[in-house]
């Protein structure tokens, strides 16, 4: 039989676990690094942010995209289809998403190469990689854009323009150098080329298969980020 005191005993223990459950809930989400970014845009952020994205709806949509691994300079130009610089690429595949452990109402430009990634958020760029994650305003963000004549040896995308052909060997006259017998013929192509650097250190570049892809960049930034009120 229960008395007065049994149920209030009951009452006190179901407020404490209770309690118990919600610092337990809190205590989690501390350890797990969850972070929860709710974004509200005025009408003037919003038309920034919605500039900031355009161009990376754009990428999302060329049929190639490479990070530039490195560059280096062709010494020995005959043997390079007659190129002045090499480049080492590796194929990246734009996309919107939300950084891992955030909550976001938002799904933000994203870039990933290798265990860098960059978030474009509305207000900053979030870098991630092995390091940690760091924060770049966008008032210190430089962003380059340029055409890149490229000698295609692999398959050629079909959203890019050719403008010329080479050859695999070259002679001075810039014809095909007769003493290789598998010398092959070689697509020059107009792609687009646009980077990202900051005085903290950032410092990337891409290539993509649509020069005024690469265009669109510089015209989105150069009117400024959206300033979100959080």
Same mark, same amino acid.
């Not at 295609?152 to 052909?165: F, K, L, M, N």
């Given at each position: 039989? *229960?008395?007065?005191?049994?149920?209030? *005993?009951?009452?006190?223990? !179901?407020?404490? !676990?209770?309690?118990?459950?919600?610092?337990?809930?809190?205590?989690?989400?501390?350890?797990?690094?969850?972070?929860?970014?709710?974004?509200?845009?005025? #009408? $003037?952020?919003?038309?920034?942010? !919605?500039?900031?994205?355009?161009? #990376?709806?754009?990428? !999302?949509?060329?049929?190639?995209?490479?990070?530039?691994?490195?560059?280096?300079?062709?010494?020995?130009?005959?043997?390079?289809?007659?190129?002045?610089?090499?480049?080492?690429?590796?194929?990246?595949?734009?996309?919107?998403?939300?950084?891992?452990? +955030?909550?976001?109402?938002? $799904?933000?430009?994203t870039l990933q190469v290798g265990n860098?990634?960059?978030?474009?958020?509305?207000?900053?760029?979030?870098?991630?990689?092995?390091?940690? +994650?760091?924060?770049?305003?966008?008032?210190?963000?430089?962003?380059?854009?340029?055409?890149?004549?490229?000698?295609?040896?692999?398959?050629?995308?079909?959203?890019?323009?050719?403008?010329?052909?080479?050859?695999?060997?070259?002679?001075?006259?810039?014809?095909?150098?007769?003493?290789?017998?598998?010398?092959?013929?070689?697509?020059?192509?107009?792609?687009?080329?646009?980077?990202?650097? &900051?005085?903290?250190?950032? &410092?990337?570049?891409?290539?993509?298969?649509?020069?005024?892809?690469?265009?669109?960049?510089?015209?989105?930034?150069?009117?400024?980020?959206?300033?979100?009120?959080?």
């Open positions: 039989m *229960w008395t007065v005191g049994t149920a209030w *005993w009951l009452v006190a223990l !179901a407020f404490a !676990a209770t309690f118990f459950f919600a610092i337990y809930a809190r205590h989690s989400d501390v350890l797990n690094g969850t972070v929860i970014l709710n974004y509200s845009l005025e #009408f $003037e952020a919003a038309q920034n942010f !919605a500039r900031l994205q355009a161009p #990376f709806r754009q990428l !999302a949509t060329c049929e190639r995209v490479w990070h530039i691994d490195a560059a280096g300079h062709n010494a020995d130009m005959k043997r390079n289809a007659g190129a002045t610089t090499s480049l080492k690429r590796t194929e990246v595949h734009p996309r919107f998403s939300r950084p891992a452990k +955030v909550q976001c109402n938002l $799904e933000v430009p860098t990634t960059l978030y474009f958020f509305p207000d900053r760029l979030l870098v991630y990689d092995s390091t940690g +994650v760091g924060a770049v305003a966008y008032t210190n963000l430089k962003v380059e854009m340029q055409e890149s004549r490229f000698v295609e040896d692999g398959s050629v995308p079909h959203d890019s323009h050719q403008i010329a052909t080479t050859w695999q060997y070259v002679n001075k006259k810039g014809g095909p150098d007769r003493r290789f017998s598998n010398n092959r013929q070689l697509p020059v192509m107009r792609y687009g080329v646009f980077g990202f650097s &900051s005085t903290s250190g950032l &410092s990337i570049l891409f290539l993509c298969s649509r020069s005024d892809v690469a265009g669109s960049f510089n015209v989105a930034f150069s009117r400024g980020s959206a300033a979100a009120s959080i």
